[in-house]
């Protein structure tokens, strides 16, 4: 019997977004001056199996483009009946402001998920800490796995340090406070950079610092590490940590923002484009909305010869795993190794995950 026919423990039917990818939005939900959630059933009763910290992939209809974006389950496993998202406005982001401007209860969204690695069930600590840190929307995937933890009553030594911009934009404060208060196992600690019009900042202040990490978890290096926020965030933290000596095997990260490589992983695609630049066949990939051709090599995903040729295309993973750069393949042939970001029927309809597909001829790609 498979997740989908297998009755739940309750009688319901799990949700499988093989059989119905439509959820209808319950209800929304403002957090602060520009983060709201959203609360999704499916349309029928069933429930959401996940692990806490995944997130799921939605395809948004927006001025007649088909757009993908991945959010992060902010709710409970625990309460699976719903699942929500909490989603910050980007300046000039198109899905993010449609959601906040235009989305309501009663609306419907196609998803498929969940995906992703990022959590605390598949990273366990040997030595029982963790140790949570997000910067800005990144606090969605540590708050997933603290609810988990406060419904599941677990004693669970977790330190969750997040950063904000200012106390107005700390998400869940009250909640957070709640749970810690009600969970001894799970305290919280927030930095913020300065104070918001109406209410100082008593707490600690600035850039999240090496000092302020031993202050608020002296015994970082005994914990497993989850972080989570925008690129620049996370290099910053990743540098603290190594530079503090911490073990980096049990450092675990996700980024929400994977349009900026690293320092190093930009040398990495860039060694790796040299090694195989003198041998590969190229060809041409015409993108047919924007009449844009760039020439790509044999060895190289599509999305990489177009980045490189300077195309803004919409990309999250850039492993095949989130369906953000799915586009639709107007003719020539692709070698594709996905990790479950497209659907065996999406292929079958002419899509690619542009990220991880290779051209074996010329190819016309419809953006
Ligand atoms: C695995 C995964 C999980 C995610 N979970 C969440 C989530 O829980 N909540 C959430 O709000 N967003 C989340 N995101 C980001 C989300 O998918 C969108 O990128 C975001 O909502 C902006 O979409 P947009 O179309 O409005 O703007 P875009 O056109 O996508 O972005 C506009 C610009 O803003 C940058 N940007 C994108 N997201 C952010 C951000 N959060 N902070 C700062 N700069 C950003 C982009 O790199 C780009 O330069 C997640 C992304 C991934 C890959
Ligand atoms: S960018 Fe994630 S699947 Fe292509």
Not at 137 to 164: K, N
Request: one cysteine or more; charged letters at 25%.
């Amino acid at each position: 019997m498979d997740q989908a026919t297998a009755p739940a423990p309750t009688g319901f039917h799990l949700w499988d977004p093989e059989e119905d990818d439509i959820l209808v939005c319950r209800a929304v939900r403002e957090e602060t001056h520009d983060v709201k959630t959203f609360v999704f059933a499916p349309r029928t009763r069933r429930r959401f199996v996940f692990d806490p910290g995944q997130f799921l992939t939605f395809e948004f209809e927006i001025d007649g483009e088909t757009i993908y974006r991945c959010y992060t389950i902010s709710a409970s496993p625990t309460r699976p009946d719903t699942c929500s998202i909490t989603v910050k406005r980007v300046p000039n982001g198109p899905v993010s402001n449609w959601l906040h401007d235009h989305f309501k209860p009663g609306m419907t969204l196609k998803a498929t998920g969940p995906m992703g690695e990022f959590s605390w069930a598949r990273h366990v600590s040997a030595s029982g800490k963790y140790l949570l840190i997000s910067g800005g929307s990144g606090v969605t995937p540590m708050m997933s796995m603290t609810r988990a933890a406060y419904d599941l009553a677990e004693i669970r030594d977790t330190v969750f340090l997040h950063a904000a911009r200012t106390p107005a934009d700390i998400v869940f404060e009250d909640e957070l406070a709640m749970m810690s208060r009600r969970n001894r196992s799970i305290r919280v600690a927030h930095v913020c950079e300065s104070d918001a019009p109406g209410r100082s900042w008593p707490g600690l202040r600035g850039r999240l610092s090496a000092g302020m990490l031993e202050a608020v978890a002296p015994d970082f290096r005994e914990r497993e590490v989850f972080v989570c926020g925008p690129s620049p965030f996370m290099n910053a933290v990743r540098a603290m940590l190594q530079g503090a000596g911490f073990d980096m095997a049990r450092y675990h990260e996700e980024s929400f923002n994977f349009e900026e490589l690293s320092p190093g992983e930009k040398a990495e695609v860039e060694t790796a484009a040299e090694e195989m630049a003198p041998a590969a066949r190229t060809f041409r990939i015409e993108f047919a909305k924007t009449k844009r051709v760039v020439e790509c090599p044999e060895d190289m995903p599509i999305l990489e010869a177009a980045k490189r040729a300077g195309l803004r295309l919409p990309s999250s993973c850039t492993k095949g795993l989130c369906g953000t750069c799915k586009s639709k393949k107007v003719s020539g042939e692709v070698e594709m190794t996905h990790q479950g970001g497209i659907r065996q029927r999406e292929i079958d309809a002419g899509q690619i995950l542009i990220c991880c597909a290779k051209p074996r001829s010329d190819v016309v790609i419809e953006r």
